[in-house]
């Protein structure tokens, strides 16, 4: 049988118990060309907040009544297609379930010899694409840059300040916790930490940043993304990457009240979305293996598991409790 | 006699009775290398009330007690500096005062027969290099773009709308008022715009981009950026010029809640300040000079006299009560 988690009602504010309906259903049959794979974990991201709204946005949103759409990587278990065969690892956009059917357009192989599965929905998959043409392309990093990333022990942030380390720059992260400040500094090599929960974001900024900032990668928004903008240096790029801290909200949006100085510093916000990347993905994703390998770039998955423990799974985005790139797994081997 | 003003007290909100003291004083001396000037008209511009605030910004703050900062444009009337005759007519930073002394070096000559002198604080000054660096270098505006400036009956925003309209755009202006609407239309050859003090800016902006928004010039900020933003097109740049709705806050910036539409458009808001193209103010001004011989395009200075009279004329800016580039004329010819 497979287990689904279907959308059955827009959530307001954080998803609730009546958001999503766990159903279970007959293991698809394939058509010629399809194969079906078995998603043995699925990507949790904060972006799918956003998705399950009825606004319009860079991909349609979720259905009532759909599939919770979820990134996955799982295994090939039938196959009436000839470019896959049974026993390939995929990833794609297997949805929060247990079986999916592919045309095999949209699952991509992977090698599992190469890195643990779960690698390939985090720092290998969106999470690492996201970060990387993030602050390469938009962020426009060089040398010497000092660079603010927010959500900085997060599947995206961890992975964003290690690239603005090998690339040169001084690299401070906001995280929550001093569990998460340690693990920026201590294991990711950043050169700080601001820890949001227990000081002031603008003390805390003026501290490790007395240069002022050069690049800032923004996955929070809210307060954060203001003191950043208080403390940009001319000619500053803030990249918006996303808004956690705005996903639930019940009222507006809060908007930055700073955002005035991107006039006296020249400076500029630009917004960003990771499939417009996608004809890199893979030179990206080399780039990224090579580092991994030469032990520069380091990847960490907090994992939990059971399709039936989603909601409260996805819960720990927004809570901050999990530490890197939040997974779960959905079936047994 | 030298009258000048001066400014005595930090405004909190709009300037009062308070915030401004004339003084009267001799005329200047001058030493070797030095030029005396008698300004004619000086501008006022919305920036100015940025300027009164005791802030880090683009330029220093005005001090108590120091002339009140402002371009002007006058005539020599007495020069020990080789590079200026007495007759010549200059534009440059004059202040609020009659008379004032310059070692040349910030004084730019200019010709009264090539166009009215009003027109060398306007167009050909610093609101028309404003508007054509803004949106040709930030807005990078292209044949066939959907080209969106608020306050365009202003000084700014009326160039913004005529380069676009040169460079071959559509162009939609929002202003307050039917007579900005209809000048905005009828004599700078926009090919809409959206009445701001009459209609819902939101279902204006509908109506007059059908397409959506590729480039908005910002003069405003609050509710208008906000509007503005919820219509961006993919890839769409917003220059920020200036956030005149926000100038006398007694509380903070409105920041706009809809920021997120440029995560969602891929979209960027750059800010600008004019100072930073000045090598190049010669090759604009030229070329602004060329068009208005041709007719492409139109210059309108609001013009005011009386040094007495600045505050009241100072306060037109935020009031809406003018129409195109608002000058006072201090000093008679």
């Known amino acids: 049988m497979n287990k689904q988690l279907l959308l059955s009602k827009r959530p307001v504010g954080l998803p609730d118990e009546n958001t999503w309906t766990m159903t279970e259903t007959e293991i698809p049959s394939i058509s010629d060309g399809q194969i ?31 599939v919770m759409r979820a990134g996955s990587v799982g295994e090939v278990v039938e196959s009436k297609n000839d470019a896959f065969q049974v026993g390939d690892f995929v990833t794609g956009w297997g949805g929060v ?84 400040c340690k693990y920026m500094t201590e294991t990711l090599g950043f050169d700080g930490a601001i820890d949001y929960k227990n000081e002031n974001v603008h003390a805390g900024i003026k ?19 203001d003191a950043a903008l208080a403390r940009i ?57 090579t580092w991994m390998a030469q032990g520069k770039l380091k990847s960490r998955e907090d994992i939990y598991e059971g399709i039936e423990n989603f909601r409260e799974t996805f819960l720990r985005l927004f809570s901050g409790e999990k530490m890197g790139k939040l997974v779960l797994k959905v079936i047994e081997d």
Chains 1, 2 share one sequence.
């Open 36 to 66: 079906l794979v078995k998603n043995h974990y699925i990507s949790l991201d904060p972006a799918m907040r956003g998705w399950m709204n009825d606004a319009k946005s860079y991909i349609p949103p979720v259905q009532i009544g759909e």
């Open 233 to 289: 240096n001319r000619g500053a790029r803030i990249v918006i990457c996303g808004a956690i801290s705005q996903y639930n909200n019940k009222e507006a949006v809060q908007g930055p009240k700073n955002y005035l100085s991107l006039l006296v510093n020249r400076a500029s916000m630009k917004g960003m979305v990771v499939m417009d990347y996608a004809k890199d993905y893979g030179m990206a994703a080399h780039e990224m293996g």
């Open 97 to 180: 379930q247990q079986y999916s059917v592919d045309d095999g357009k949209s699952m991509y192989k992977v090698d599992p010899s190469l890195a643990p599965l779960p690698t390939y929905i985090g720092t290998l998959g969106m999470p690492g694409m996201t970060a990387y043409f993030g602050i390469i392309r938009e962020g426009q990093i060089k040398e010497g840059d000092t660079v603010l990333v927010s959500g900085g022990a997060g599947a995206v942030g961890s992975v964003v300040g290690q690239i603005a380390k090998i690339k040169g720059c001084r690299v401070i992260g906001i995280a929550g916790g001093p569990d998460k």
């Open 207 to 225: 501290r490790e940043c007395p240069k002022g900032i050069d690049v800032y990668f923004d996955n929070v928004g809210g307060d954060i993304l």
